[in-house]
């Protein structure tokens, strides 16, 4: 017998390209296009290189986790900081999704989750989005063993209203049910209130995408006390030290800085926005975007070809060989420069 056959074998995520190559247009991993907020850039010239010999706070001492609390209007136990909502979501998947049962997730959505599922030996069903790629909430009313969805769903930019995503919890208050806000800020409705209500809701939050610091590896989870102690109970039972000194100090920094929160989101919206009319007039369809991402589809030229003439042109987008998918593009909003960049190339593709 070889060690080989105890492994456990996995087919891991595969993220987006990050080329080392300068100058390119990336509109491949929904990162934001603008800086982080001047505060963050501020306090990274505060920091304090001999702070690094000591071991990080713990999440739930940190000035980020109180700042967080208040922003939210939450109670003090009801939040769990994590190394981004990566982080948070795999915990949550760990943590939750343990009864045998399978966990139901759209069919076209953040191909993370399966991942975590296959990791950690849970069972699983995909539910097909509809026609129009949305989530047909009747698939979540049978028996289950937890739901997950993002909303906005990714890659599709659809959101679902508040009111839909409280039948699914009030009808599975047996489970936990995961609410990935990763691109909330843009425009979408947030289920937070519902929080008042269930204490089977749990809603994650992450820096990477709204607040530009993909790179700082921060996300949070929102949710009833019970929730929050069994995520910590696993979470301290792996790694306690997960967050480091600089994210926690970086992020802190971040949330005193709301006006540039706002400036940054509307700027993507007003993007977003210009880039709709831009990309139907070229001919391409796509669901209305609550993201800093557009998915379209063009009338007649296939999606891989569009991705590779863009990346000849160093202009970067994310495209899946998938069923169902794979005529599309996500195209990630970047700044008008880059925006017009990627339109001008296109017509010369279509
Ligand atoms: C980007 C993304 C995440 C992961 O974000 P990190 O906080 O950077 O780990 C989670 N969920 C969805 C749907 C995302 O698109």
Redesign the pocket.
């Known amino acids: 017998m070889s060690w080989e056959e105890n492994v456990r074998k996995v087919v891991p995520y595969t993220a987006g390209e990050q080329p080392v190559k300068k100058g390119i247009i990336k509109l491949n991993?929904?990162e934001c296009p603008y800086p982080p907020s001047p505060m963050v850039e501020a306090a990274m010239r505060r920091a304090e290189c001999d702070d690094l010999r000591l071991y990080p706070q713990f999440p739930e001492k940190s000035k980020l986790y109180d700042t967080l609390v208040s922003y939210h209007g939450l109670d003090k136990e009801d939040i769990f900081i994590g190394?981004?909502?990566?982080?948070?979501?795999s915990m949550a998947f760990l943590t939750f999704f343990n009864s045998g049962r399978p966990v139901l997730f759209p069919d076209i959505?953040?191909s993370?989750y399966d991942v975590w599922a296959e990791v950690y030996n849970i069972a699983y069903l995909k539910k097909p989005l509809d026609e129009n790629f949305c989530i047909r909430k009747e698939d979540y009313m049978g028996e289950n063993g937890g739901i997950i969805f993002?909303n906005p769903?990714?890659?599709t930019g659809a959101l679902m209203a508040v009111d839909d995503i409280e039948e699914i919890v009030k009808a599975n208050q047996d489970v936990v049910c995961i609410v990935?806000e990763?691109?909330i800020d843009f425009g979408g409705v947030s289920a937070l209130p519902l929080l008042k209500k269930y204490d089977n809701l749990l809603i994650?939050?992450?820096?990477?995408?709204s607040r530009a610091m993909?790179g700082a590896?921060?996300?949070y989870a929102v949710g009833s006390r019970k929730l929050i102690k069994y995520l910590n109970d696993v979470k301290y039972s792996v790694n306690s030290y997960t967050m480091n000194r600089m994210s926690l100090e970086l992020g802190e920094a971040c949330m005193q800085d709301e006006a540039y929160f706002k400036e940054i989101c509307n700027k993507i919206i007003a993007t977003r926005e210009r880039s709709e009319k831009e990309l139907t007039a070229l001919g391409f369809t796509f669901p209305r975007s609550y993201?800093n991402f557009i998915f379209a589809s063009h009338k007649n030229v296939r999606a891989k070809e569009i991705f590779e003439r863009l990346k000849e042109n160093d202009i970067y987008v994310r495209f899946w060989d998938k069923p169902r998918i794979d005529n599309y593009l996500r195209i990630t909003i970047g700044t008008d420069e880059q925006m017009d960049a990627l339109f001008k190339a296109l017509k010369g593709i279509v």
């Open positions: 991993t929904n190394v981004g909502s990566d982080d948070v979501l959505t953040y993370f993002p769903n990714a890659p990935d990763a691109y994650v939050r992450t820096f990477s995408k993909a590896r921060i996300g993201g």
